[in-house]
Antibody, heavy 118, light 108 residues
């Protein structure tokens, strides 16, 4: 079973870049069976898929966020990362990292709350 | 872009009730449909994948059906631990992709 843990600042200023890292244990991000992704849960709203990245570096982004999102892998540290540019208060959310097959999210981190405020 | 629409957005029910939640895709997604349960303060967990296959360890009171654009999640006899928010998710065009807006299941 994969274990994932998010890390990063809990507070980001408007217009700046949100940066989060997910550390993966009990498995390798080079595993060809898995995709690595980010999902967020804004307060009072539903889950929103942000995007996924494959071991090859191929990325898939939610069209509504695509212009502001970059995901990347660091195989030396067994981590993957999310950058979300030009944030606003609407980006305040619990951010989860997760691992999935091509079709189903199987393992989730516990999530980290990111607040956008000056 | 494929849009997912769930109904109802909220539902009140009692322990022992049978409840059904529906999910509609904006285009044909065949059977690439998952259901997740999310309890506040916890990570979501998958209940059903491939529209109707129960994930390992999920109680048999949960079932899923449908294909194409219309799908349902049924809980045959609600238990106290089932009061949560349920989400459908399509995985037809992206790995895996967009969620429905959620159905909050509350105790009556």
């Amino acid at each position: 079973q994969e274990h994932l843990q998010e890390s990063g600042p809990g507070l980001v200023k408007p217009s700046e870049t949100l940066s989060l890292t997910c550390s993966v244990s009990s498995g390798s991000i080079s595993n060809t069976n898995y995709y690595w992704g980010w999902i967020r849960h804004p307060p009072g709203k539903g889950l929103e898929w942000i995007g996924s990245i494959y071991y090859s570096g191929e990325t898939y982004y939610n069209p509504s966020l695509k212009s502001r999102v970059t995901m990347s892998l660091d195989t030396s540290k067994n981590q993957f990362s999310l950058k979300l540019r030009s944030v606003t208060a609407a980006d305040t959310a619990q951010y989860f990292c997760a691992s999935s097959t091509r079709y189903t999210i199987l393992y989730w981190g516990l999530g980290t709350l990111v607040t956008v405020s000056s | 872009d494929i849009q997912m629409t769930q109904s109802p957005s909220s539902l009140s029910a009692s322990v022992g009730d049978r409840v059904t939640i529906t999910c509609r895709a904006s285009e044909n997604i065949r059977r690439y449909l998952n259901w997740y349960q999310h309890t506040p303060g916890k990570a979501p967990k998958v209940l059903i994948f491939g529209a109707s296959t129960l994930h390992s360890g999920v109680p048999s009171r949960f079932s899923g059906s449908g294909s194409g654009t219309d799908f349902t999640l049924t809980i045959s006899s609600l238990q106290p631990e089932d009061f949560a928010t349920y989400y459908c998710q399509q995985s037809y065009d992206t790995p895996p992709g967009t969620f429905g807006q959620g159905t909050k299941l509350e105790i009556k």
